[in-house]
């Protein structure tokens, strides 16, 4: 797939999208150090200090193994692989309203859904591809068909992954960057939602 078909996946900083990460990461290639771990989670854009990288393999249940070569491993066992996913952050802190980027009431709903739900977003021409654990797609889909979401159609759900159909490319890209600052409970100064009657 060339790069104008497919933007690459972009992760929001929450956990559970450095989780999906590091378990991607570790079974795709034979990790041996947390340094190695932290250098491709670096080529994804997670920058991660030693500690929490720690913790999180930790979280993991992540052990070292030893390979066929004699070399040993990072792996993760099946049972972190089964796909239950942290519950939704309960709130989000209060903010003043003074700033010019505050989550309106909408976006703040919206948001409390998405973090720690959403461990990846990229395009594909006109769709927004929305990457969960396991599990988690079509309950993401149902609040984002909700929502009334301008510019976006609608959306198709698997297990886990989301694919919000929306209008056109360009819109994929303005609703995809809306739905990564949403799900790292970031701001924005403008509202996603259709005015309702």
């Known amino acids: 797939m060339s790069d104008e078909e497919y933007s690459g996946l972009r992760r929001p900083p929450t956990r559970t999208a450095r989780h999906s990460a590091i378990q991607q990461a570790l079974s795709s290639s034979a990790i041996?150090?947390?340094q190695q771990l932290a250098e491709v989670l670096a080529t994804q854009g997670i920058e991660v200090t030693q500690a929490t990288l720690s913790r999180d393999l930790d979280e993991m249940h992540a052990s070292k193994q030893?390979?066929?070569d004699g070399s040993?491993?990072?792996v993760v066992p099946e049972s972190a692989l089964s796909g239950e996913f942290p519950t939704v952050r309960a709130a989000i802190d209060e903010q003043s309203d003074t700033e010019s980027n505050v989550l309106n009431r909408y976006e703040q709903q919206l948001s409390r859904t998405l973090t720690g739900l959403v461990t990846s977003v990229a395009t594909a021409q006109n769709l927004v591809v929305i990457h969960t654990p396991s599990g988690a797609a079509q309950y993401v889909a149902?609040?984002?068909d909700?929502?009334?979401i301008q510019?976006?159609?609608g959306t198709i759900a698997g297990d886990d992954t989301v694919m919000a159909i929306a209008a056109d490319a360009q819109t994929a890209k303005t609703r995809a960057e809306?739905?990564?600052l949403l799900a790292s409970g970031g701001e924005s100064g403008h509202a996603g939602a259709k005015a309702r009657p």
Request: hydrophobic share 50%; glycine share 4%; net charge positive.
């Open 32 to 34: 041996t150090s947390q």
């Open 66 to 68: 030893r390979m066929a």
């Open 72 to 74: 040993f491993a990072y």
């Open 142 to 144: 149902s609040v984002l």
């Open 146 to 148: 909700r929502q009334s």
């Open 151 to 153: 510019g976006i159609v």
């Open 178 to 180: 809306w739905f990564l």
